[in-house]
């Protein structure tokens, strides 16, 4: 899973004085509960009704059958995320410099493909 491997780099991405913080829609009690279940020493932020992932243009709909299926394992996206949208951020990571500035984006619109933590840790290495 993508949070593993993050938390796998977690050493040289601090190493480098680059701060990694991971963004969800879920409620921040969620994020809490997986920050512990999978021992994650990176803070995760929620973003309520997809507000901060809409501003940069990375918010999809879950189309009505993938809902159906989604519903048909239990995984109830709106419980999660206290909103009722059946919306998902895009699989994306930014490296952000201390201007503010994107030196470095990479998004996926399928969500199984996930960067590499490797791309990550030469983004940060060109700053």
């Known amino acids: 899973m993508e949070l593993d491997a993050l938390q796998g780099i ?29 021992m ?11 507000r901060v992932a809409e501003s940069y243009c990375l918010v999809y709909q879950l189309p009505e059958e993938l809902q159906e299926v989604y519903k048909q394992f239990d995984l109830n996206l709106p419980m999660y ?4 949208s059946w919306t998902l951020p895009l699989t994306a990571r930014f490296v952000i410099d201390q201007g ?27 700053l």
């Open 10 to 38: 977690l050493g040289e991405i601090n190493g480098l004085g680059a701060t990694l913080v991971a963004i969800s829609p879920q409620q921040v009690e969620y994020n809490l509960a997986m920050q512990q279940e999978k």
């Open 40 to 50: 994650l020493q990176f803070e995760m932020l929620s973003d309520p009704g997809n």
């Open 81 to 84: 995320n206290s909103d009722d």
């Open 100 to 126: 503010k500035i994107i030196r470095s984006a990479e998004i996926n619109t399928d969500y199984t493909i996930r960067p590499e933590p490797e791309n990550t840790i030469k983004a940060l290495n060109s």
